[in-house]
């Protein structure tokens, strides 16, 4: 039995959120959502396709839509983002979903993005092109958002056609055959899982589209790029065995790998530049840090400091790493090293905008049960059943219910991040 696999996308789903929400068609409406209303250089974080003909699209910033002729402005909306409403959305959409396939056949891509296994359920709803049809009406009906669906026998081509093709035509389908006519024209980084850098090194091998790729020797690839390589060529091809539906084993006591490092990086919402201000920057971020690393019953050798400057600056910014004298997890511990490692690095001229720290070198945290004559091992114990303490009622209760005294000063990104989704406003139901 042929695999049916749809991927049904949400078209500028913040903007469609938006739109919907002021019983505004989004194909018809100019709409922009901002990541800050009062900001000038506000980032566009969506934008309806009538203002992507206009050229703003997700990435650019508010003056960019300042600099547009008058005529075509005026009538342009702005919105500021609000997550928590584009996550029950979505929300919605995957309860819609729910009435065509059941749950362990729906799989959650992203927000706006989701792969659904349609397989055997053709006596129910009928032909791909019917079904996929009736679910844009459905989703539409309730939600107000246009989707547009991608169909494949497998996930890559599903998607590849979702990108190539459906996200302009509404719903198309790619089966095997049609891989040469549909997909080997495209330029190659509109491949599925090539970027940026990934496209530069197969285009300095003369590919410069998928069908480039997919007629390049398969061992020459395997060679040049590993088994990423040898993917990307059957890919190309359409041919694909990755599961839509996942085992409940790759997701409840599945066994994971234990990562290099942990980390969390804060883009600021202005430039930082005194060093009382960028200390609770520091200390914000290694609490983060910390917490993250507890939970994963981990301890860290190695802090890892990466600073970026204000993108006027010519200096671009700076990293550092340096040994920690234990393993360790407690931000009072690391902190001082952290703060350390900015003061080495930092020049006074130069303004501060993103900030970055992880702990590297990870063992788990039972092997690290130092002790030690010339330190206080039953102190350090109480302090880590405190932080467990704290670390378990933020979770219970969420992120931030305890946190340090130093979060309610004026430049402490805690202030205002605890009420983020994503980095973004949470914002209400109501527009």
Same mark, same amino acid.
């Given at each position: 039995?042929?695999?049916?696999?749809?991927?049904?996308?949400?078209?500028?789903?913040?903007?469609?959120?938006?739109?919907?929400?002021?019983?505004?068609?989004?194909?018809?409406?100019?709409?922009?959502?901002?990541?800050?209303?009062?900001?000038?250089?506000?980032?566009?974080? $969506?934008?309806?396709?009538?203002?992507?003909?206009?050229?703003?699209?997700?990435?650019?910033?508010?003056?960019?839509?300042?600099?547009?002729?008058?005529?075509?402005?005026?009538?342009?909306?702005?919105?500021?983002?609000?997550?928590?409403?584009?996550?029950?959305?979505?929300?919605?959409?995957?309860?819609?979903?729910?009435?065509?396939?059941?749950?362990?056949?729906?799989?959650?891509?992203?927000?706006?993005?989701?792969?659904?296994?349609?397989?055997?359920?053709?006596?129910?709803?009928?032909?791909?092109?019917?079904?996929?049809?009736?679910?844009?009406?459905?989703?539409?009906?309730?939600?107000?958002?246009?989707?547009t669906i991608g169909i494949g026998p497998n996930n890559v081509l599903a998607k590849l056609v979702l990108d190539l093709h459906a996200k302009k035509k509404?719903?198309?389908?790619?089966?095997?055959?049609?891989?040469?006519?549909?997909?080997?024209?495209?330029?190659?980084?509109?491949?599925?899982?090539?970027?940026?850098?990934? $496209?530069?090194?197969?285009?300095?091998?003369?590919?410069?589209?998928?069908?480039?790729?997919?007629?390049?020797?398969?061992?020459?690839?395997?060679?040049?790029?590993?088994?990423?390589?040898?993917?990307?060529?059957?890919?190309?091809?359409?041919?694909?065995?990755?599961?839509?539906?996942?085992? $409940?084993?790759?997701?409840?006591?599945?066994?994971?790998?234990?990562?290099?490092?942990?980390?969390?990086?804060?883009?600021?919402?202005?430039?930082?530049?005194?060093?009382?201000?960028?200390?609770?920057?520091?200390? $914000?971020?290694?609490?983060?840090?910390?917490?993250?690393?507890?939970?994963?019953?981990?301890?860290?050798? #190695?802090?890892?400091?990466?600073?970026?400057?204000?993108? #006027?600056?010519?200096?671009?910014?700076?990293?550092?790493?340096?040994?920690?004298?234990?393993?360790?997890?407690?931000?009072?511990?690391?902190?001082?090293?952290?703060?350390?490692?900015?003061?080495?690095?930092?020049?006074?001229?130069?303004?501060?905008?993103?900030?970055?720290?992880?702990?590297?070198?990870?063992?788990?945290?039972?092997?690290?049960?130092?002790?030690?004559?010339?330190?206080?091992?039953?102190?350090?114990?109480k302090r880590l059943d405190f932080l467990d303490l704290i670390d378990g009622l933020n979770v219970r209760f969420g992120r931030g219910t305890i946190r340090?005294?130093?979060?309610?000063?004026?430049?402490?990104?805690?202030?205002?991040?605890?009420?983020?989704?994503?980095?973004?406003?949470?914002?209400?139901?109501?527009?």
């Open positions: 039995m042929r695999r049916r696999i749809f991927c049904i996308d949400s078209v500028s789903f913040y903007a469609s959120c938006e739109c919907a929400a002021r019983n505004k068609n989004p194909y018809r409406t100019k709409l922009v959502v901002l990541s800050n209303l009062q900001d000038s250089g506000a980032l566009v974080l $969506a934008a309806t396709p009538k203002m992507k003909q206009l050229g703003i699209k997700t990435g650019s910033r508010r003056f960019h839509i300042d600099r547009l002729p008058w005529h075509e402005r005026r009538d342009v909306l702005y919105a500021e983002a609000r997550m928590s409403h584009y996550l029950n959305v979505s929300i919605q959409i995957i309860h819609i979903l729910h009435q065509f396939a059941p749950p362990e056949a729906i799989r959650v891509y992203s927000i706006d993005e989701t792969l659904v296994d349609m397989t055997g359920t053709e006596r129910l709803f009928g032909s791909d092109e019917h079904v996929a049809h009736l679910m844009r009406a459905t989703i539409f009906r309730y939600t107000g958002i246009p989707v509404g719903v198309v389908t790619c089966l095997l055959h049609d891989v040469e006519r549909l997909i080997h024209p495209a330029p190659i980084e509109k491949m599925w899982g090539v970027g940026a850098k990934m $496209a530069v090194h197969l285009q300095r091998l003369g590919i410069w589209t998928i069908g480039d790729l997919a007629r390049y020797p398969l061992e020459s690839l395997h060679e040049k790029f590993g088994v990423i390589g040898a993917e990307l060529w059957h890919h190309a091809w359409g041919i694909d065995e990755s599961p839509t539906i996942l085992p $409940a084993s790759s997701l409840f006591g599945a066994k994971r790998t234990r990562p290099k490092s942990i980390g969390h990086g804060i883009t600021l919402m202005k430039d930082y530049t005194t060093y009382s201000s960028i200390r609770l920057v520091l200390q $914000a971020i290694a609490v983060e840090v910390g917490m993250r690393t507890r939970q994963a019953g981990l301890v860290g050798g #190695t802090i890892h400091l990466g600073v970026r400057y204000t993108r #006027t600056s010519d200096r671009g910014g700076f990293s550092k790493q340096k040994k920690l004298p234990r393993f360790t997890a407690d931000e009072q511990e690391f902190l001082p090293i952290l703060l350390q490692l900015f003061l080495d690095g930092w020049e006074e001229t130069e303004a501060v905008r993103y900030v970055s720290v992880a702990l590297g070198k990870l063992e788990p945290r039972s092997d690290h049960v130092q002790l030690s004559f010339f330190e206080d091992e039953w102190a350090k114990a340090p005294a130093s979060s309610l000063l004026k430049d402490s990104p805690l202030r205002t991040r605890q009420r983020l989704i994503g980095g973004h406003k949470q914002g209400g139901d109501s527009s």
